[in-house]
């Protein structure tokens, strides 16, 4: 597991690298009040990788996310 400060640097920079002025594809096309919400349904037994990572990801950006995990 990545240290806790390490993975917060990472998130920061990832997300500074691919934002900047806007996602100019996703500014045109999503409304700014748009919600969504997504699901991952795997059909086959696998490995699944990075479920910490997304949970930190979650947390940086809003307490208000909600992110279930059914492994």
Do not use: W
Not at 2 to 30: F, M, Q, W
């Amino acid at each position: 597991m990545i240290p806790e400060k390490y993975l917060k640097t990472l998130i920061e920079r990832a997300y500074k690298e691919d934002v900047g002025n806007g996602d100019h594809s996703s500014l045109c096309c999503i409304n700014a009040d748009e919600l969504g919400k997504a699901k991952l349904l795997v059909k086959q037994g696998g490995i699944i990788a990075g479920v910490d990572v997304a949970k930190c990801v979650c947390d940086y950006f809003s307490n208000n996310l909600k992110l279930d995990v059914f492994i």
